[in-house]
């Protein structure tokens, strides 16, 4: 069993910066795979950045990149998301997830544990 709990969405204006974090507890933690994904009102959750255990791979969709950093501190236990230039298209119910895969994976069927979600909201 793994637990993941997010932490540090709220309302930003465009431009703006937030952090999340994901606080990662139960099995083996620094092996797997770690993704954030983000579910818009009225529609599908979507793959939006993940982190390879080691660090040494990270994965964005096309939208965010440049303006996203994923992170990853095995010491901690917790898998964070540096959102600069926000635009209101991201607005949406950011939720972090586990994978029990190795490389990285993009649909969210291939992850088997995620938290609860945090709201991001950033207005025009």
């Known amino acids: 069993q793994v637990t993941l709990v997010e932490s540090g969405g709220g309302l930003v204006q465009a431009g703006g910066s937030l952090r999340l974090s994901c606080a990662v507890s139960?099995?083996?933690?620094?092996?797997?795979?770690l993704g954030w994904f983000r579910q818009p009102p009225g529609r599908n959750r979507e793959f939006v950045a993940a982190?390879?255990?080691?660090?040494?791979?990270?994965e964005f969709i096309d939208s965010v990149k440049g303006r996203f950093t994923i992170s990853r501190d095995n010491a901690k236990n917790t898998v964070y998301l540096q959102m600069n230039s926000l635009k209101p298209e991201d607005t949406a119910v950011y939720f972090c997830?586990?994978?029990?895969?190795?490389?990285?994976?993009?649909?969210?069927?291939?992850?088997?544990?995620w938290g609860q979600g945090t709201q991001v909201t950033v207005s025009s």
């Open positions: 997830a586990w994978s029990p895969y190795t490389s990285i994976k993009y649909a969210p069927n291939d992850y088997d544990f």
């Open positions: 982190v390879s255990g080691s660090e040494s791979r990270t």
């Open positions: 139960g099995r083996a933690y620094a092996y797997y795979i």
